[in-house]
């Protein structure tokens, strides 16, 4: 089997379904409401489709469990960005506020989000424990993980922060970022990043590989490595805002 088509899919899904919450996003406040309510749907029928997926070691139970984590992933960007899922600090960060209790502030304005982010990750597990399709799982987990280490670099400081992927009800959040060139961190999760995807490429590549394994690990290889680009991105003397224009109209 061919690993393009998985490659193209993976970077089709992260591209189109970025640019479709940001599109929600950009919407009257008044229509967060009946979409949060969907994408709820949505992800009770994301769960199902990974417990069902998580039994099928074929390469349609890998693209299954694969495009089922990404709406699971979806639920928790749409209720972050809408502002129902967020912390109990809803103001900016205060004047020469400084190191750990920064820190513990801009925490608070995420604490929710973190704790969803657990409650999901815990559900995810349940859904594909002990099956031999774990592709649903690990596609989580590199998203939970990564974007862990997206927080952790944009609090330290990076060039570019996104700033306008940010609605005006959450411009309050900015105020905990720091714009610099680099900071230490970031080296250590690009090269970890990419450490951990050479030997998702090598299975996809081994010559031996059942079908279900080239789709399966090219599909987590190639969204871990879309996950190292966004770090890289957000030290590169440029903006990466113009791949999602279209999701950003307003």
């Avoid at 969907?38 to 998580?54: D, E, F, Q, R, Y």
Wanted: net charge positive; proline share 5%; with cysteine.
């Amino acid at each position: 089997m061919s690993i393009v088509w998985p490659i193209l899919y993976s970077i089709f899904i992260w591209w189109f379904s970025t640019g479709i919450i940001l599109l929600l996003n950009q919407r009257h406040p008044s229509t967060y409401k009946n979409a949060f309510w969907i994408s709820g749907m949505v992800l009770a029928l994301a769960l199902v489709g990974l417990k069902t997926s998580a039994n099928l070691s074929t390469v349609a139970g890998a693209y299954c469990g694969f495009t089922c984590a990404i709406l699971v992933w979806g639920w928790q960007e749409i209720g972050f960005l809408f502002g129902y899922v967020t912390g109990p600090r809803r103001e900016p960060c205060p004047e020469n506020c400084r190191g750990w209790q920064k820190m513990y502030f801009a925490f608070q304005t995420i604490q929710h989000h973190e704790i969803a982010l657990i409650i999901l990750a815990l559900a995810v597990t349940v859904m594909t424990w002990g099956g031999s399709n774990q592709t649903g799982f690990w596609t989580f987990m590199i998203l939970w993980l990564m974007r862990q280490s997206a927080k952790l670099n944009i609090f330290l400081g990076v060039l570019n922060l996104n700033e306008r992927f940010l609605p005006n009800h959450l411009k309050y959040i900015f105020t905990y970022f720091t714009c610099k060139p680099m900071n230490p961190l970031l080296p250590i999760s690009v090269i970890g990043g990419a450490l951990c995807a050479i030997p998702l490429w090598q299975a996809a590549f081994d010559p031996n590989a059942s079908d279900f394994m080239v789709a399966s690990m090219s599909l987590t290889g190639a969204i871990l490595s879309l996950a190292v680009l966004e770090h890289i991105l957000m030290v590169v003397p440029f903006s990466s805002e113009g791949l999602w224009k279209w999701g950003m109209r307003s």
